[in-house]
């Protein structure tokens, strides 16, 4: 149970850390406007992805709130997806490519650990 709690710590917050991070570079970055314009996106969804990474870090944080934070796994996966996708489609070198496939591994851990995690809780 410990080494569970531990994992999924770990994992739940590297993962927030970089959301916040990256929705901070978002919106003060004026490199990262310019990388949203080489992958096509309208500037507009860089301010949007980047309120979304901020809320999606806080639920994972927060230790109630179950159905709400499964959205914020399952948004941060399509967001970890669709990232690979854009940068192969867009022709970015391999490591812009693998980035967002790591950091999905560490969100599937952390879903992973957060899953045995309650399911031990609710045995108690």
Do not use: C
Request: glycine share 4%; hydrophobic share 55%.
């Amino acid at each position: 149970m410990k080494a569970t709690k531990i994992t999924y710590w770990v994992t739940t917050s590297i993962i927030s850390l970089m959301m916040t991070y990256s929705a901070f570079a978002y919106l003060t970055k004026p490199e990262m406007t310019q990388a949203f314009k080489h992958l096509g996106f309208p500037d507009y969804f860089r301010i949007e992805l980047a309120i979304a990474k901020v809320i999606a870090a806080l639920l994972l944080l927060v230790p109630v709130l179950s159905k709400i934070k499964e959205w914020a796994y399952a948004g941060l996966f399509i967001v970890f997806i669709s990232a690979f996708i854009a940068h192969s489609a867009s022709g970015d070198p391999v490591a812009m490519r693998v980035a967002p496939l790591i950091f999905l591994a560490i969100l599937v851990v952390s879903y992973v650990s957060w899953g045995k995690k309650n399911k031990v809780a609710a045995t108690k």
